[in-house]
């Protein structure tokens, strides 16, 4: 590609209001433009660094038995009422009506698609194992996007899907994918980690996300360099302190003016913020309607609202108001579930055996003392909801752990048969019995990667594109003005060079040896050959690599050899 006829044109500064390097060297380079909040163009450059990334997945899941298929963006509300799935998500699925009044929906992904698929398709046990995938266009409206491609509101993924008749048969594959994902990224020269996560609006049993190591990243990871324990924080676990053991007291209410924090109410009784029980108050969405939520967690400890969540099974929560609290007969800041009635309670599996806590008593500047659970209230649910923090003991080896941030370049799922169930996809077992097909579920973000890899590799004159996905492998600068000699040179290598296979950008512009080399270094291209009458008095071509400040000098016959090597 001559740069004189690129489509795409490189910019001197970033636009305002970029906030993540990939997103400012992307535009500037010349791969990307914004249209609106959360929606880009890939621009020629773009887009073929996208394919070369697309062409790596495909490799890679090919080799693992996928089938490639394509799947629609537009998707009939039916299927998702369905499974279930258009009361749980929110706003970020997209509804609409068609001309003739029916309820549509933007693809978020494709599971149940495939659970309708399967149940046209796949009739015997014999048929399985089957894996499918597709790259496809995806829409979340997003409420906070962000940092360029690293979150969107529409994108490419590949999602694909494994399909079994049995549990092992999920695992195997869920195995393979793991493993795949790890080549793909290594393959992309982007570095990863694999960490335990939340199943969220999948479902199902379990699920990995691989995260890149960023300070850009939303997503907090809580790590252990000893054992190699590695989670979301989401769902995190950590070796909880167990409490002193104490004979149980006789419950009383004390005077506890101004104390609406543990802090406080810890200082004014001047006892250890583990010997008190916190309330936190929400509101959760249940089978579509909402509920009060008292959670209960020792005053050292911080509620994690997504474990809080699933234990529930809430499909939503946000914090409570004064007045919901107020509603259920608490007092914010000197609340307990001690005389309330229907509300569900949850409290962390520490309470039940942390004796004597202080709990609120309902009454503006008052608590109790000596609360203890079985005996003064019950909950309903008792489970690990507690988050993870810096300096906690690793659930594995009691390490202390330690947070990292991370950007989620891709996830994989154990669905089970929430959806097979569903949308009646099930196959005849061997003893002739209709079986729910075992379901998986992996993704992976194409331009989430491409700007993850920019993240990674650059420095302050631009991009350094690993060889395997840059747009072009070669990028050729001819300094010959009206020379002839040069011109004619730069021309041969250009056609030279390409009837080898080696892609190549040629900058055959009319502009001065400065603006070429510093687009030459925004861009970001591996090699970087110039030709000038310096150069052919030298010998030949001046070759650099560009994560490299050596420069050499090859003979014109040789060149292809040389890029080739």
């Known amino acids: 590609m001559k740069l004189s006829k690129q489509f795409s044109s490189t910019l001197r500064d970033a636009p305002t209001g970029t906030d993540a390097v990939s997103q400012q060297l992307l535009l500037r380079a010349g791969f990307i433009r914004q249209l609106g909040v959360g929606l880009y163009s890939l621009l020629p450059l773009g887009l073929r660094a996208v394919r070369k990334i697309e062409n790596i997945i495909r490799e890679e899941m090919n080799a693992i038995g996928g089938q490639e298929l394509l799947m629609p963006v537009v998707h009939p509300a039916e299927i998702w009422k369905q499974s279930g799935r258009w009361d749980s998500i929110d706003k970020e699925m997209v509804r609409f009506k068609d001309r003739r009044d029916r309820d549509m929906v933007l693809a978020m992904t494709h599971e149940e698609i495939v659970a309708t698929l399967c149940a046209s398709e796949l009739k015997s046990y014999r048929q399985l194992p089957q894996m499918v995938y597709h790259l496809q266009t995806k829409f979340r409206d997003d409420p906070r996007p962000r940092a360029g491609l690293i979150r969107v509101r ?68 809580v790590l252990c360099d000893k054992c190699g324990y590695a989670a979301n924080r989401q769902v995190a676990q950590f070796a909880k302190p167990a409490a002193a053991a104490q004979a149980m007291q006789t419950m009383q209410k004390v005077a506890t003016p101004e104390t609406k924090t543990i802090e406080a109410l810890a200082n004014l009784l001047n006892v250890p913020t583990t010997q008190t029980a916190k309330a936190v108050f929400f509101m959760a969405t249940l089978s579509g309607k909402e509920q009060f939520v008292f959670a209960i967690i020792r005053g050292d400890m911080v509620v994690n609202e997504t474990k809080l969540g699933n234990a529930i099974g809430a499909g939503g929560l946000r914090p409570a108001t004064e007045a919901e609290i107020r509603v259920i007969g608490a007092e914010p800041g000197y609340a307990s579930p001690i005389g309330l009635k229907n509300v569900l309670v949850v409290v962390d599996d520490t309470i039940p055996n942390s004796p004597n806590l202080v709990s609120g008593a309902n009454e503006a500047g008052y608590h109790f003392i000596n609360t203890n659970y079985g005996r003064d209230y019950t909950a309903q649910i008792v489970a690990d909801i507690a988050a993870a923090n810096d300096g906690d003991g690793c659930i594995n080896c009691g390490t202390p752990l330690h947070s990292s941030r991370g950007v989620e370049v891709g996830n994989i799922f154990k669905l089970g048969t929430k959806y097979s169930q569903a949308m009646g996809a099930t196959v005849l077992g061997e003893d002739g019995v209709p079986r729910p097909i075992v379901m998986g579920s992996y993704g992976i973000g194409v331009g989430r990667l491409l700007a993850c890899i920019a993240e990674a590799h650059h420095d302050e004159f631009g991009l350094r594109w690993p060889a395997v996905v840059a747009p072009y492998q070669v990028h050729l600068v001819a300094l010959g003005g009206k020379d002839v000699a040069v011109n004619t040179a730069a021309e041969a290598a250009y056609q030279a060079l390409q009837s080898t296979g080696v892609e190549v950008l040629f900058d055959d512009r009319v502009e001065s040896p400065g603006v070429k080399f510093t687009n030459a270094d925004l861009i970001g291209l591996p090699l970087r050959i110039t030709i000038s009458g310096k150069s052919l008095a030298a010998g030949g071509a001046e070759v650099k690599r560009r994560d490299s400040a050596t420069r050499e000098i090859v003979p014109l016959d040789q060149l292809t050899t040389y890029c080739k090597s």
């Not at 494994?162 to 793909?184: C, M, P, T, V, W």
């Open 154 to 221: 529409e994108f490419t993924m590949k999602d694909s899907y494994s399909l079994d008749i049995d549990e092992a048969g999920l695992n195997k594959q869920y195995q393979a994918h793991y493993d795949a994902y790890f080549r793909i990224f290594q393959r992309c020269a982007l570095p990863v980690i694999a960490v335990g996560s939340d199943v969220g609006m999948m479902g199902g049993q379990g699920a990995h996300e691989y995260m890149f190591l960023t300070d850009i990243g939303e997503d907090t990871l």
